[in-house]
């Protein structure tokens, strides 16, 4: 397999773990099967994230073999292209009320997105990969799920899967397999 990804510019001299990053999307997916006790652990990292009350707002909704076609064409046409070699296509919603008082939980995405990165880093330690998708119809996720959407809100797509050979990919999409840079720290942190 050739996926030699250069992460050099992304060299830090703090002394970050390399699982951050290293950590990417790709879009170069092989077919491969999960095994539950796999998707059950990465999950399963997800449900430990910290949340707002404790409330753990986030819903994970993940496709299986018999409901994959359908959760692919809950994507951008822009998305299927190279989602449809992934093994699990899901969406992340969250419920946007507190359970213990009804009120508005003004925390809920942010909490959520706390355990798409647990979700994540979890993936990564399982062999796998995930790619998160704003590119997704919003809509059609909320009535193909049956959610109320006074009460829930999708927040994102998702895969996860087996990295394929990026050249299994067409020079448009293999030309965005670059490791991103990143703001300087100075830039998101500053101490006052």
Known sequence: MTNELDFSARSTNTGVD???????????????????????????????????FNAQPWRFY????STFNEFLALLVEANQVWAKDT???GFLVA??????????NAYAEFDSGAAWMAMSLQARLEGL???????IKADEVAKYLALDTQKHKV????????????????????SKEVP?????????WQTR
């Open 18 to 52: 390399s699982q951050f990053i290293e950590r990417w999307s790709p879009r170069a997916f092989q077919t491969h099967t999960i095994s539950d006790d796999v998707m059950r652990r990465i999950m399963d990292a997800a449900r430990w994230s910290p949340s707002c």
């Open 62 to 65: 993940t496709s299986t073999e």
């Open 87 to 89: 093994s699990i296509i």
């Open 95 to 104: 419920q946007q009320h507190f359970e213990h008082n009804g009120k508005a």
């Open 129 to 135: 990969y995930t790619h998160g998708m704003g590119g």
């Open 155 to 174: 927040l994102m797509g998702f895969t996860i899967g087996k990295l394929a050979d990026l050249h299994t990919l067409d020079d448009e999409q293999r």
């Open 180 to 188: 991103n840079q990143r703001k300087e720290l100075s830039e998101v």
